[in-house]
């Protein structure tokens, strides 16, 4: 049976694989970015818990990551599309069908990057902020 974190981030996924770009998870880059985008969902880092007695739960703030990336001719347009679709599916069930308390997402730090011989990369990581609570830090 998986654990509560492995549940969230499989919903997380489930919830970005909806969208039209291809999402992954915890894959590297491919050598081609498929024309509607990428997105890579990376597990990120639970943090330490808030612990609260009777009955004993431990509330995390995990963090993961969305690498989000285009390429092509109108790159600002089409990170912009993507990014939005990002915000819109999350918008929709902030606790991705009751698994969490809440998920938000921060702003995106897009940087370009130049690849020889193609056309140049617009990409940024995405922190997303899952609040959920487990009754134990490794179930």
């Known amino acids: 049976m998986p654990t509560p974190r492995e549940t969230i981030l ?9 969208l039209p770009s291809t999402v992954l998870r915890g894959d590297v880059l491919p050598e081609r970015v498929p024309a509607g985008g990428l997105l890579i969902l990376r597990d990120g880092e639970p943090g330490e ?18 690498e989000a990336v285009v ?7 089409a990170f912009d599309t993507l990014c939005a679709s990002i ?3 999350l918008a929709a069930d902030r606790t991705l ?25 617009k990409a940024a990581v995405i922190p997303v902020i899952l609040h959920y ?7």
């Open 97 to 121: 069908g009751g698994l969490c308390d809440w998920v938000e997402a921060e702003a995106p730090r897009p940087v370009d990057l130049a690849v020889e011989g193609a056309a140049s990369l």
């Open 71 to 77: 390429q092509g001719g109108d790159r600002d347009v």
């Open 87 to 89: 915000g819109a599916a």
């Open 10 to 18: 499989a919903a997380l996924h489930a919830r970005l694989s909806a």
């Open 49 to 66: 818990p808030e612990v609260t007695l009777s009955p004993l739960a431990y509330h995390y703030q995990h963090r993961a990551e969305i």
């Open 133 to 139: 609570a487990t009754a134990d830090p490794l179930a």
